[in-house]
């Protein structure tokens, strides 16, 4: 399996565009299948959080206020991806959160993010949505103690990726399955998912040649 970089955020809403900033980051590295190592912080940008945030996150502002300045975390958080590939559950919301902090410190992503709640719709169809906890639950997987935080959400999404990439290997008789090809997939109609499967194969055996 490929090294990949799992992240999370929590933030003060939906929207960075509306002004919403994040309040906390995570990733944790995934190497051959294992989770290798992580980095998590608080992050202090300013922003105020609701109440409704505050008591689905348990991220209070006293604690953001504590927390070290975003500037610094978002530094720290590019040192440690550097250019690994990146995966999160839902990655078009951790997407545009990491591209805006990013940003705010003149840091522009260079890599891509795959989507396991995209990929997991097509290749788990039976479950009975494709939310974090429910693909946890649905799969037998390791669940946080306390979700919506983000390094605990990081680890089940992370667990969620292993597992998913060994069902799709194993189910397909293939040998690889890289994050390129993933990110494809996962944008793949499920009634093409076959024929995508079969080119992948093709181009292996070319590539082998």
């Not at 933030?11 to 995570?26: H, K, L, Q």
């Not at 912080?41 to 070290?68: C, D, H, K, Q, W």
């Not at 990146?86 to 951790?94: P, Q, T």
């Not at 997987?141 to 935080?149: N, T, V």
């Amino acid at each position: 399996m490929d090294t990949v970089a799992v992240i999370d955020f929590e933030t003060t809403g939906i929207s960075p565009e509306m002004g919403d900033r994040a309040t906390e980051v995570a990733v944790v590295i995934v190497t051959d299948g294992k989770i290798v190592d992580h980095y998590q912080s608080l992050m202090n940008t300013g922003a105020y959080i609701p109440a409704f945030i505050e008591a689905l996150t348990g991220i209070s502002n006293a604690m953001v206020r504590e927390a070290p300045p975003a500037a610094q975390v978002m530094n720290e958080l590019a040192e440690f991806v550097g250019d690994i590939p990146l995966v999160a559950h839902n990655a078009s919301f951790d997407s545009r959160f990491l591209d805006a902090e990013w940003l705010r410190i003149g840091k522009r992503r260079q890599q891509t993010f795959a989507c396991s709640m995209l990929l997991a719709r097509r290749i788990y169809p039976n479950s009975p949505n494709h939310k974090l906890g429910t693909l946890v639950s649905h799969l037998g997987l390791p669940q946080a103690i306390r979700a919506h935080r983000a390094l605990a959400d990081a680890e089940m999404t992370a667990h969620l990726w292993v597992r998913m990439v060994s069902d799709i290997m194993n189910k397909h008789g293939i040998n690889t399955a890289p994050h390129e090809f993933l990110c494809t997939l996962q944008k793949v109609p499920k009634a093409k998912i076959a024929n995508c499967i079969i080119r992948h194969k093709l181009n292996n055996q070319i590539t082998a040649q």
